[in-house]
């Protein structure tokens, strides 16, 4: 039986190690990919994909948090996109009766001391709150890093992972690593510390239901090893935890932000993101509740090194969100679809448009926040009432909303 497989390593600290590794050099140009793409008219190879004939999928755009100067910003006429706050790793959710969006907010580029957790809300998902904290603005060296939105129990819960100084990953004894959790109090229309869920440990995406009732997350530590998470059910803390990958398990790959589905009553089917310069998703699969994992093996799909999310909507059928245009890298979101959870046969670019104007005191570089020029990164998606709303950050630096209607999708699959 094969040892367990990776579910989640960090991307922006392997920049080094990812321009040392080129795609030809490595065991993953000697494998088959495995055909998981498999669009009519182009068979399963992904150079015969023409991302300017893909049917384009149009929406419903709105800015969930503007782009805003940082606290260490130059003057107007010098401002560029690095004296901008940070806005990353968006999350949504629909819980009593409203929409919900975290996101990391940080005082410039990923992970700085004093990077909080802030969150908007939304009667229709298009028109937003103005943005408040979750976690309240930490103390430097402290920060968070946003983990999702898990309703459990009746309760709407905003995780973080908390850590120290510059980066989350480190010695434990300085970095200090942890995941937590605050509820929402409807009462005082505010956020609480509720507790602690595990120590050394980062999550990706917020738990999933097994079949079994137990609860199920990625985790890494501060040196970088994975396990999986399982339980959460009698207690907020209650965890078992189950070994995953140590770096350099799999030759020439290095795997990260994966996700995973379930398919039949033990079944997972996971996607991951390789950072090691292969340009496509890599695949595995567990056969036992995600407690022991296949090797992951590469397959044709193609992926700008970007995070991907997918979802199973009320329609049947499953769409995965993502960069899938390395030549292009993270100017265009594409969504594809399955109907069976294993192949997915249709590709289509997410018609995301230009912003509204931003703010006068970063209008100097308001053309980076073009369409086509901009990166759509981190997408993560919810569904509510016929539509598909998809939460990205548009050049790390704005948080914003773009809803497709499930029609549209069915559309797409009929043609």
């Not at 150079?47 to 049917?55: G, K, R, T, V």
């Not at 005082?107 to 909080?116: L, S």
């Not at 969150?119 to 402290?142: E, I």
């Not at 409807?186 to 009732?213: E, H």
Request: glycine share 6%.
């Amino acid at each position: 039986m094969n040892l367990v497989r990776p579910l989640l390593i960090p991307a922006f600290l392997f920049a080094a190690a990812v321009l040392a590794t080129l795609p030809g050099s490595s065991a993953q140009a000697e494998e088959k990919p495995l055909a998981i793409l498999q669009l009519a008219g182009k068979a399963t190879d992904p150079e015969a994909i023409d991302y300017a004939q893909l049917p384009l999928l149009a929406g419903e755009h709105a800015v969930i948090n503007a782009a805003a100067l940082g606290p260490d910003a130059r003057s107007p006429d010098k401002v560029d996109m690095l004296d901008l706050r940070l806005n990353l790793h968006n999350y949504l959710a629909h819980f009593d009766g409203k929409f919900w969006c975290i996101w990391s907010d940080g005082p410039k580029i990923e992970d700085e001391p004093t990077q909080e957790v802030r969150y908007a809300v939304s009667d229709d998902g298009l028109h937003w709150s103005p943005a408040k904290s979750v976690t309240g603005m930490p103390q430097a060296p402290d920060a968070f890093i946003a983990r999702g939105l898990w309703v459990r129990d009746g309760e709407l819960l905003a995780l973080a992972a908390h850590y120290r100084g510059k980066g989350a990953f480190g010695a434990q004894e300085e970095k200090q690593l942890r995941l937590e959790a605050f509820v929402w109090d409807k009462a005082s229309d505010s956020w609480k510390f509720r507790g602690r869920l595990y120590d050394n440990a980062i999550n990706n995406f917020p738990p999933q239901k097994l079949v079994t009732g137990d609860w199920i997350l990625t985790r890494r530590d501060s040196r970088f090893n994975v396990t999986v998470l399982i339980g959460g059910v009698k207690s907020l803390d209650d965890w078992q935890a189950f070994p995953v990958v140590e770096i350099g398990e799999v030759k020439g790959f290095r795997p990260d932000e994966p996700i995973f589905w379930p398919l039949g009553k033990n079944d997972l089917y996971a996607l991951f993101r390789d950072n090691g310069g292969s340009q496509r998703l890599f695949h595995s699969v567990s056969r036992d509740q995600g407690r022991t994992w296949d090797t992951p093996a590469i397959t044709n799909f193609p992926n700008s090194s970007s995070k991907l999310f997918s979802l199973t909507t009320s329609r049947g059928y499953r769409v995965l969100v993502l960069n899938a245009n390395p030549k292009l890298g993270r100017r265009e979101l594409h969504l594809a679809v399955s109907t069976d959870g294993r192949t997915f046969t249709k590709l289509a670019r997410l018609d995301v448009p230009t912003p509204p104007p931003v703010h006068k005191d970063v209008s100097r570089i308001e053309k980076k926040f073009s369409a086509g020029i901009a990166s759509l990164q981190y997408p993560h998606a919810m569904e509510h009432d016929g539509s598909l709303y998809i939460a990205l950050s548009r050049g790390k630096v704005q948080t914003e909303v773009f809803r497709v209607s499930l029609d549209a999708i069915d559309a797409l699959l009929k043609k």
